[in-house]
């Protein structure tokens, strides 16, 4: 694939993730949201978190089947992707909900209001499992997105920037866990996206286990001229 096609590409899915945040803003302003905007908010990022680490997680798999190598060079947009989705999703609870039921002693912009927030946060991360889950995915996407810089590779050395990066792993699984553990009847969606989430992963333990072998064993000797008798 030439720069010129690559950028292009890159361009359309730069459209095309931003869409689910245009319409937001969209249904923010034009009031085309449910009678429980916050829960619509919430659910849209929450899961639009997932569908990108989703698409991040299948890049390698289509990579290896198809031979397409060049889908390597989206890895990081779709990625970056996800961690923006799942900040937003961040964000809506935290400014919705727990700023919401701040007092407010000192007015909202006030080291009170700060440290109130702070508190009631840390809180609910502490006492709600499903919370605990959705922070826990959220910290390694941010450690992904402030390393995935070439800057970064170079700093940490290939081996260690692979070996951290696999923190997407269990981002996508606490993410899954997180959605699970938050609906309260129909769990359908949760468990499809840990079907996705499954399959991808399952398929790089079934990768390694057969390349393993074929990189265990020794090369074949080379065949020696025999001298004429």
């Excluded at 302003?29 to 908010?41: K, M």
């Excluded at 992707?81 to 935290?94: D, E, I, M, N, S």
């Excluded at 810089?149 to 997180?178: D, E, F, M, N, S």
Aim: proline share 6%; glycine share 6%; hydrophobic share 50%.
């Amino acid at each position: 694939m030439t720069r010129g096609w690559t950028r292009l590409l890159k361009a359309a899915l730069w459209v095309a993730s931003l869409e689910p945040a245009a319409w937001l803003v969209w249904a923010a302003y034009g009031g085309h949201f449910s009678a429980d905007p916050l829960a619509d908010i919430t659910h849209l990022t929450g899961d639009w978190a997932l569908r990108f680490l989703c698409i991040t997680l299948a890049i390698t798999p289509l990579r290896r089947l198809t031979g397409w190598n060049d889908l390597v060079r989206f890895r990081r947009l779709m990625g970056l992707f996800a961690f923006f989705y799942a900040t937003l999703h961040l964000l809506t609870w935290v400014v919705f909900d727990r700023a919401g039921s701040l007092d407010y002693p000192n007015g909202i912009v006030s080291w009170t209001t700060v440290r109130g927030l702070a508190m009631a946060t840390a809180a609910d991360v502490y006492k709600r499992p499903f919370i605990t889950m959705g922070m826990t995915a959220l910290t390694c996407l941010l450690l992904l997105a402030a390393t995935s810089t070439a800057g970064w590779i170079r700093r940490l050395g290939g081996k260690r920037w692979q070996a951290l990066h696999r923190l997407i792993y269990p981002a996508a699984i606490a993410g899954v866990i997180h959605y699970l553990w938050l609906v309260k009847s129909d769990i359908s969606r949760p468990i499809a996206y840990g079907l996705v989430v499954a399959a991808l992963l399952g398929f790089r333990v079934v990768w390694s286990r057969r390349k393993a072998p074929a990189m265990r064993r020794p090369p074949l000797p080379v065949p020696q001229p025999r001298a004429d008798l």
